[in-house]
């Protein structure tokens, strides 16, 4: 070497570059002015000669050999160098030729670091992650990662053999790392490598990478996400009318590994194959929107994806990003919109993943009381951390904004509304007022609701919340949560317990059938029957009726007419519309097969006519959060099991009555009603089309003058044991009916 460029160069910086111990490896490596010339330093372990090339001209210019261990340095005598590449000879023969990453400048602003050091950056993921981009002319990727408490961070992968000594990242006053790697391509397997202080060194994947291998390989994978065609704007436009507050909505809610069965030689079938299938389902069976369970990527099958590795990579399982935008674009084309499970509660303690990540408690919450959840196991999110949080609100954002999400439902919102969740006294620390609110919790859960309104009005934010936490679904301004929708887990738990029992004991549970209109309008509710019903030996929904196989039937017909006329929008989990004996399993298909027998076919028959009836009865939804849209007839007959109420607008015409018979004998029932005319059955559970014993009422029924229930006019019907009928308002001037 000669002695006029030993005395340019850094030694003490260049033993941090040689020992992988560097946080501002850019100020070093790369082209730096040097007084008439510039100095261009690179280290390539393991090198035995390199060349520079300039892409100017061509000419090259052998790099002297500065360190043994492969640090190599030029002095050339101008000052703008321009583009150039190295061409690099390792001691067993092989050759590589490579562009510089340490000649580019860095793109994260410093405005970028103060909006995620406040938590506000709500982009942040387009400049954390993997990017594919051209810079200065070369096609390549540039890498960020936040990792604070980090000696050195190297992006390692295919490009570079996995060494973290070639790639190591420049540190921002923010504790991001970032680097430009020209070459590097959407495909390429990658993680980051973090050295401590303490000298361990560890492999994690991208926390905000897009894309990651199939399990059981555990690296992420650059994804370019620019360049799909999204062919749903007609949809996106009409989505906020689509989706407005006093709207039909009923979901399917499924889990893509188990929807369809993949082709012989495949573990799954492609978000694409998925969606060829689904579409013609959801439509011929008259759903509004599909849910998904979580399609983040996750390490173990059996948690169904509620153990969130990747919060911004598709799952690999069904096929890449760009697989799953086509899965999105689709079902918008079809007129279907799609809400997906969103995890922010907890995540898995996998070494690989975000725990621990810079050598502490980086994305957990450092308090040992607040840190694991008490029902998994997993690690709870550090809320009060402004960078944590943005990771959090900037994800569903992403999911939204990026594949064009139409709602998310967050999961678990109980288990971090309160710090005692499923924990003993002694087991947990009181919030700062000495309460057991998560106080940091809720602040983001307000956040991430105020901005999702902002950002993008119309899209459905639903809370899986399961206490009696005042207002999830009340307005920011009057102190709510801000949620659009709340799972009504009461209805659902209290219906449920009453279904279960015998006919001829239901009259001692009748407050359990009624009691869900007492606080109906406390929130804004969905009435749901998910997959959390049909697994872990509680049996499918058909299952859970008593009685013989007709009488199962009958009784899970009555539910389902039940659910659909009572207040609230409507979820059914995959399978238990067609009415599926076996409890859910990730294992296998949904039993399609069953659809060739009657009273499976009937069922389906009787879901699709009751979406029909929900989605075009304005009585059946548009007043769902009004009390003046339900009406009890007699709500106290617990002695013959009977149900009678009332479903209305403010239009008279759109009025309906519904008669439901919990008892297993077929009743004569004369009801009240509030107006002359006719009342005709639009729908009857016992129905031959739905697998019943044809027991209707097949005229309309006209209302004579005597009064019932409280009410000036009544009606006399046939119910069949365990049925429902709903019966349509007919004004006395547009009736010739007759009654029979």
Not at 204 to 219: C, H, I, M, S, V
Request: aromatic share 14%; hydrophobic share 35%.
């Amino acid at each position: 070497m000669t002695k006029k460029l030993y005395k340019m160069m850094n030694w003490p910086v260049i033993e941090e570059i040689i020992y992988s111990e560097s946080q501002d490896p850019h100020a070093t490596l790369g082209p730096h002015v040097q007084g008439n010339g510039t100095l261009i330093q690179a280290f390539f372990p393991g090198a035995q000669k390199v060349t520079l090339q300039l892409t100017k001209d061509m000419a090259e210019k052998e790099m002297e050999l500065a360190d043994d261990d492969g640090f190599f340095a030029v002095w050339l005598p101008v000052k703008n160098v321009g583009a150039y590449r190295y061409i690099v000879s390792y001691e067993n023969g092989s050759v590589e030729t490579m562009q510089d990453a340490y000649r580019h400048e860095c793109l994260i602003t410093a405005e970028d670091e103060e909006k995620f050091a406040m938590g506000v950056h709500y982009t942040v993921y387009e400049k954390l992650g993997a990017h594919p981009l051209n810079l200065d002319g070369e096609d390549g990727v540039y890498f960020a990662v936040w990792a604070p408490n980090a000696l050195r961070v190297s992006t390692v992968g295919d490009f570079n053999h996995w060494d973290g000594r070639v790639h190591q990242m420049r540190k921002l006053p923010s504790g991001i790392f970032e680097i430009f790697i020209p070459g590097v391509k959407a495909g390429d397997n990658y993680k980051y490598e973090i050295k401590l202080k303490t000298g361990l060194t560890y492999l994690k994947a991208d926390p905000y990478g897009n894309a990651a291998q199939l399990r059981p390989e555990t690296a992420s994978v650059v994804a370019d996400l620019r360049n799909f065609k999204w062919e749903d704007k007609e949809f996106i436009k009409k989505r906020k009318a689509f989706q407005k507050e006093n709207a039909p909505i009923s979901v399917y809610e499924l889990y893509l590994g188990s929807f369809l069965a993949p082709k012989d030689d495949e573990e799954y079938a492609n978000y694409r194959e998925i969606a060829d299938k689904l579409i013609p389902y959801v439509k011929e069976m008259g759903y509004t929107h599909v849910e998904l369970m979580p399609v983040m990527e996750h390490p173990l099958d059996a948690s169904w994806g509620y153990q969130v590795i990747g919060y911004y990579a598709p799952t690999a399982r069904y096929g890449t990003p760009e697989d799953f935008m086509y899965f999105v674009n689709e079902l918008h084309k079809a007129g279907i919109g799609v809400i997906l499970d969103w995890v922010p509660a907890h995540f898995p303690r996998d070494i690989y993943g975000l725990s621990s990540f810079d050598g502490t408690c980086l994305y957990e919450n450092p308090d040992e009381q607040r840190r694991s959840h008490p029902h998994w196991g997993t690690l709870v999110f550090d809320y009060g951390r402004p960078e944590v949080s943005n990771y959090l609100i900037a994800n569903a954002l992403f999911w939204v904004e990026k594949f064009h999400a139409d709602g998310i439902r967050m999961d678990a919102v109980a288990s971090m509304l309160y710090l005692d969740y499923g924990r003993n006294p002694g087991e947990w620390t009181a919030n700062i007022y000495g309460g057991n609110e998560n106080l940091e919790a809720v602040e983001l859960i307000k956040h991430l609701n105020s901005m999702m309104g902002k950002r993008n009005p119309g899209v459905l934010r639903i809370a899986e919340e399961s206490t009696a936490w005042p207002m999830v679904t009340g307005s920011l301004e009057d102190g709510g949560l801000g949620f659009d929708l709340k799972w009504n887990m009461g209805w659902m738990n209290d219906y449920l317990d009453y279904i279960k029992y015998d006919p001829y004991f239901r009259s001692h549970h009748h407050s359990e059938l009624t009691f869900s209109m007492i606080y109906a309008y406390s929130e804004k509710f969905m009435l749901v029957f998910s997959h959390d019903e049909a697994v872990h030996g509680k049996s499918s929904m058909l299952g859970k009726m008593p009685g013989e196989r007709e009488q199962k039937f009958a009784n899970l017909r009555l539910t389902y007419a039940y659910m659909f006329t009572h207040p609230g929008r409507k979820l059914l989990f995959m399978g238990q519309d067609i009415g599926e004996f076996s409890e859910w399993n990730e294992m296998r298909q949904t039993e399609w097969e069953l659809l060739k027998y009657p009273d499976h076919k009937g069922m389906a028959a009787l879901v699709k006519k009751l979406n029909e009836l929900y989605t075009t009865k304005p009585a059946l939804y548009e007043w769902d959060d009004k009390p003046e849209g339900f009406a009890w007839i007699n709500s106290i007959n617990s002695t013959e099991n009977l149900l009678t109420f009332l479903r209305k607008t403010r239009k008279k015409e759109s009025l309906l009555v519904v008669a439901a018979n919990f008892s297993g004998v077929e009743k004569q029932v004369k009801i009240g009603v509030p107006y002359e005319g006719s009342y005709k059955e639009i729908l009857n559970t016992d129905a031959e089309e739905f697998g019943g014993s044809g027991m209707i009422n097949k005229r309309a029924k006209r209302a004579v003058k005597k009064e019932w229930d409280d009410r000036p006019y009544s009606v006399s019907i046939t119910l069949a044991p365990l049925s429902v009928s709903i019966l349509e308002f007919r004004p006395a001037n547009k009736t010739g009916e007759k009654d029979r």
